[in-house]
């Protein structure tokens, strides 16, 4: 258990492993996304009310459950930086936030795209949605921060203690249909008990979750070897491994 | 593990702690700003306020809706089953607006206690199913399915 945390802390370890995984998740991203986008946008039935513009939500949901997913990776990594200073935690960080950003930006444009024939409003100011508004400057605010530092070391840190201030918002979103009066509907995939969606629309749902975690940990992983690459360019093992090539 | 860890750990956790117990407050207090709207017995209880723009959200009563043979004005019926309030609006509704359905509508209380609405939002329940499961729900349990409040 404990030499595979210290090989992960590794670079040159982890970019001949993270180029064994990326060979196998990029397949596996692609069919499921194209899987689950054609079960869902071809063969799942019309909904009873909304007919055929419901059929967002196999993005829209996707999108936002893996943004709420992918703030807690990005701040268990500030804390794994903060607390064990390791380099690859804050490539980590460094390397979720922009994807988590697109994510959470997908979430609100389809949400506004689905609102306007469905509520009659591009943007209400609930709950819901003005916490995912947060949690979008929030991992805009981590990149910015990065960027503002010239020292990387400080600039993680200070991305690790904004990161792990912001997971608060995590609960506040998830719980914000149930807490208070909002437009946004409550949840209709149920942990416990029968979902609010039928097994005929949920089961490509399901899978088009799967394939945005399989995408999101795709991306910071393509990320994290970017970031790999640039800091260390003049480094030996690289320069092995280019030379090898 | 290494004391100094440790310590990171415990500031670590202090720190997630600390702001999620100050931001819990905030929302706390601020809890009837972060409702979007006021059910109607609070309207009718007198909670909400009569000298500006409110938003009242429940369902919209069964066999309320009148519409004008002329004009695009309509007016409903909105409660949350404690109570009920009226509701004016002149305008396009959306297409998800009907009796038994959630509804959202921005406006002022006139003297006499109706809305007069100038916007009206529907508010979709959680429900997802096709066509055909619809129609065999409706012939048994529908109703009791729908009571639900928004």
Known sequence: MWTIIHKMGSPPWFFRFSGVLVRWLLPITISLLVMGAFWGLLVAPPDFRQGN?????????????????????????????????????????R????????????????GAIWGKPTWGAWWVWDARITSMLILFFLYLGVVALFEAYENKTAAARACAVLSLVGTVNIPIIYKSVDWWYSLH???SIKFTGESAIDSSMLYPLLLMILAFYCLFALTVLLNMRAEL???????????????GA | MHPIRK???VLVSLMVVLSSVAIGLVAFALRDNINLFYPPADVIAGKAP????????????????????????????????????AVRYSGILPDLFAEGEGVVAEGMLDAAGTLVATQVLAKHDENYMPPEVAAALEGKTAPAERTALP
């Open chain 1, 95 to 110: 390397a979720a936030a922009p994807v988590g950003a697109v994510l959470t930006a997908i979430a609100l444009v389809t």
């Open chain 1, 229 to 243: 690459l640039w800091a260390h360019r003049e480094s030996s093992w690289l320069k092995q491994l280019a030379g």
């Open chain 2, 7 to 9: 310590q990171r750990l």
């Open chain 1, 53 to 93: 513009s419901y059929r967002i939500i196999y993005i829209h949901v996707p999108a936002a459950v893996v943004a709420l997913a992918g703030y807690y990776v990005m701040a268990l990594a500030g804390a794994v930086s903060l607390i064990w200073r390791i380099k690859m935690a804050d490539i980590t960080m």
């Open chain 2, 50 to 85: 009569t000298d500006r723009t409110i938003r009242l959200g429940g369902m919209v009563v069964e066999g309320s809706i009148e519409r004008s043979e002329t004009e695009l004005d309509t007016t409903f019926w909105v409660t949350d089953y404690e109570g009920s309030v």
């Open chain 1, 185 to 187: 509907q409550p949840a």
